[in-house]
């Protein structure tokens, strides 16, 4: 094992603070890779606290990960050394599930292996996240990243909020001639507008901040709406195709559902604190669906960073220092970021 640098928490109750944990050598078939850049995601604050089930301590958080390999085993074909590299959501699953052979590693029947707050699959060794010097992951689970150098702070959140906006509108085939609603305009929802303006389709923002009209447009929004405005939301009835929903607060789906089309689709990505109550007449009235979605696997994670590699498509960021994660985490439940932090990790 080798000792690692990294910022953790050793509770619920701990600031992010400097922390020193191992990792294991490089193996035959993984890459190492010298972290350069780490998003700050909603759900390392989620996890760090403890808000989404009992976390594993100490934790270091971190799964926008963009770095440069320093490293390989002796059986690694897809990485040479001084490749740029990027690391996700997850590093390793079953591998033989239905889901993992469809290459939905995200699905995997037995669960994925995050890549911080977790158990490899021998079930004892932790998983430590980004908020660190370097990862060692299985060439399999990590991904090329063929961006200019300068771009590279702005491909980090690719790596979570863009394959996690990007998976459900492939999915639902957006595309030309189609109206489409995001909702709710943060660090996913910046993205699903640029993903959804890209593939063609006609955008609008549905927000509750007025505040945020002239960002939905600068985007690649074409309209912006109010959600709190009841005439607004009247005049949309039956509007969009579809809705990609990012937002991770409590709300009425009912008001949401009534603004699709016969047969509309609505994409949830956002995780809300508690499960949000509909009607199902308004699905079945109109043949309507809900659809949940979560990330990517590792093939589709490789096309959208392809895609927008070839698109010019970058996430919109605030750089950090390491040191100021906690200000940030702060800031980031305040919903004041544009529209994502990411640490740049030489002040580590």
Known sequence: MMQVKGYGATSAEA???PITFERREVGPHDVKIDIMYCGV?????????SEWGPSIYPIVPGHEIVGKVVAIGSHVTKFKVGQTAGVGVFVDSCRTCPSC??????????GMTATYNDHYRDGKTQTFGGYSSNYVIDEKYALHVNFDEADLARVAPLLCAGITTYSPLRFAGVGKGHKVAVLGLGGLGHMAVKFAASFGAEVTMLSTSPSKEADARALGADHFALSTDPAQMKALAGSFDFILNTVAAKHDLNKFLDLLTVE???LLVGIPPEDNAFGAAKLISKRRSIIGSMIGGIAETQEMLDYCAEHGILSDVEMISMSAVNEAYERVIKSDVKYRFVIDMKTL
């Open 264 to 266: 509309g689709k609505m």
């Open 101 to 110: 052979e469809k290459g939905q590693e995200q699905y995997c029947d037995e």
């Open 15 to 17: 600031p992010v603070a």
């Open 41 to 49: 995601c909603h759900s390392d604050i989620h996890m760090v606290r």
